[in-house]
Nanobody
Framework: EVQLVESGGGLVQAGGSLRLSCAASGFSSDDYAIGWLRQAPGKAQEGVACYSSSDGSTYYADFVEGRFTISRDNAKNTMYLQMNSLKPEDTAVYYC??????????WGQGTQVTVSS
């Protein structure tokens, strides 16, 4: 069974840092495109960062502006999102997602990140 479990969210002051984790099971994360998305209250979901399935290249949304780093530990089948210089507008529920090859996408349950000003 494919599962994605996020952790590491919380409340942090503006300028602070958090590291999110996404523990994957039921598949090898380096065989798929996998990444982070977020959804703020009243806003559409948006991509944050991801790994390409073809060559493991990383991609970031423009708003990241060098503040976030996606990484993974294949031995632990876990993906991370290190977030530095957090801003109040980064407040959202952060989800990890696996993009399938045949429409078999999977999502984690999400982890709340709240940045106070």
């Amino acid at each position: 069974e494919v599962q994605l479990v996020e952790s590491g969210g919380g409340l942090v002051q503006a300028g602070g840092s958090l590291r999110l984790s996404c523990a994957a099971s039921g598949f090898s994360s380096d065989d798929y495109a996998i990444g982070w998305l977020r959804q703020a209250p009243g806003k559409a979901q948006e991509g944050v960062a991801c790994y390409s399935s073809s060559d493991g290249s990383t991609y970031y949304a423009d708003f990241v502006e060098g503040r976030f780093t996606i990484s993974r530990d294949n031995a632990k089948n876990t993906m991370y999102l290190q977030m530095n210089s957090l801003k109040p507008e980064d407040t959202a529920v952060y989800y990890c997602k696996r993009w399938g090859y045949y429409g078999d996408d999977y999502w984690g349950q999400g982890t709340q990140v709240t940045v106070s000003s």
